[in-house]
């Protein structure tokens, strides 16, 4: 069959069926949650004190993680994607494991490495720097749980793109770092902002490796997740009006970044 008339090559025939089921699987849950909702109290619900204050933690810590795991992973995926050791498979295996951990066992093991009596926390906790079940345990557990999406997606597209440019980059006199900053970067720009969405969206949803690690202490660890956990033992009604805010936040990020990528790709 020859492609269509914008170019694209035809879908296959029985394709848009499972396709509608999959979509159905992930729509029919959410809206039957929104069907839930009760809207005459929606507003006092989401903006209680409570309330406002988990979800500014959780944009505040989310987008904190977000960035370090940018500063971290992005260089994990460049040298993934790049190196050609024989160890680099050992090392991927490693920083992504978080990706099939139960997030609780990734708190467990965040406690043994900062608490108190942990392997670098017993020495920081030593020198007056306390992290376990403060706001900076919340960052640390969502960065360990959300980077391992982000370098993924950054190395993925560092494959697609090959490495012709870097090599034709260096044999005209482009150094390592120059080449990093205005080939590399550039050209899997895409793979970045798909990446930071990804793990900004991890990160905001987090909610095993904080408890576990941070503890639900409300204004400092309490997140959005843990209020909207909190919540359905003792206010059904609120919880599910915090589950909503946190699925619009989702979908106006998610939405913004398609957005952004079809505009990078155009």
Same mark, same amino acid.
């Given at each position: 069959?020859?492609?269509?008339?914008?170019? +694209?090559?035809?879908?296959?025939?029985? &394709?848009? %069926? =499972?396709? !509608?089921? #999959? /979509? $159905?699987?992930?729509?029919?849950?959410v809206l039957a949650m929104?069907?839930?909702?009760?809207?005459?109290?929606?507003?006092?619900?989401?903006?209680?004190?409570?309330?406002?204050?988990?979800?500014?933690?959780?944009?505040?810590?989310?987008?904190?993680?977000?960035?370090?795991?940018?500063?971290?992973?992005?260089?994990?995926?460049?040298?993934?994607?790049?190196?050609?050791?024989?160890?680099?498979?050992?090392? +991927?295996?490693?920083?992504?494991?978080? &990706?099939? %951990? =139960?997030? !609780?066992? #990734? /708190? $467990?093991?965040?406690?043994?490495?900062?608490?108190?009596?942990?392997?670098?926390?017993?020495?920081l906790d030593e020198h007056?720097?306390?992290?376990?079940?403060?706001?900076?345990?919340?960052?640390?557990?969502?960065?360990?749980?959300?980077?391992?999406?982000?370098?993924?997606?950054?190395?993925?597209?560092?494959?697609?793109?090959?490495?012709?440019?870097?090599?034709?980059?260096?044999?005209?006199?482009?150094?390592?770092?120059?080449?990093?900053?205005?080939?590399?970067? =550039?050209?899997v720009l895409p793979g970045?902002?798909?990446?930071?969405?990804?793990?900004?969206?991890?990160?905001?949803?987090?909610?095993?490796?904080?408890?576990?690690?941070?503890?639900?202490?409300?204004?400092?660890?309490?997140?959005?997740?843990?209020?909207?956990?909190?919540?359905?033992?003792?206010?059904?009604?609120?919880?599910?009006?915090?589950?909503?805010?946190?699925?619009?936040?989702?979908?106006?990020?998610?939405?913004?970044?398609?957005?952004?990528?079809?505009?990078?790709?155009?």
């Amino acid at each position: 069959m020859s492609s269509r008339a914008d170019g +694209r090559p035809p879908i296959a025939w029985w &394709l848009p %069926l =499972p396709a !509608v089921l #999959g /979509g $159905l699987f992930v729509v029919v849950p959410v809206l039957a949650m929104l069907g839930r909702v009760d809207w005459s109290s929606f507003g006092a619900l989401v903006t209680s004190t409570a309330s406002l204050t988990a979800l500014g933690l959780s944009l505040g810590t989310a987008l904190a993680a977000t960035a370090v795991a940018f500063v971290l992973g992005y260089p994990l995926a460049v040298v993934f994607a790049r190196s050609r050791s024989r160890w680099v498979g050992v090392a +991927r295996a490693v920083v992504l494991l978080p &990706l099939v %951990l =139960p997030p !609780v066992v #990734g /708190g $467990l093991a965040l406690l043994a490495a900062f608490g108190r009596i942990g392997v670098l926390g017993g020495f920081l906790d030593e020198h007056g720097l306390r992290i376990a079940f403060t706001t900076t345990a919340v960052v640390i557990a969502q960065t360990f749980v959300a980077m391992p999406f982000l370098v993924s997606s950054i190395e993925g597209a560092l494959r697609v793109e090959g490495d012709r440019f870097e090599r034709v980059a260096a044999t005209l006199g482009a150094g390592p770092t120059r080449t990093f900053l205005t080939v590399t970067t =550039p050209r899997v720009l895409p793979g970045i902002v798909s990446g930071l969405v990804l793990c900004f969206a991890r990160a905001l949803g987090e909610f095993g490796a904080t408890l576990t690690f941070a503890g639900s202490l409300q204004g400092v660890t309490r997140t959005l997740p843990l209020e909207i956990y909190l919540q359905r033992e003792v206010d059904p009604d609120t919880a599910v009006a915090l589950a909503v805010v946190l699925v619009v936040v989702a979908v106006v990020v998610i939405g913004a970044s398609s957005l952004r990528t079809r505009g990078v790709t155009a």
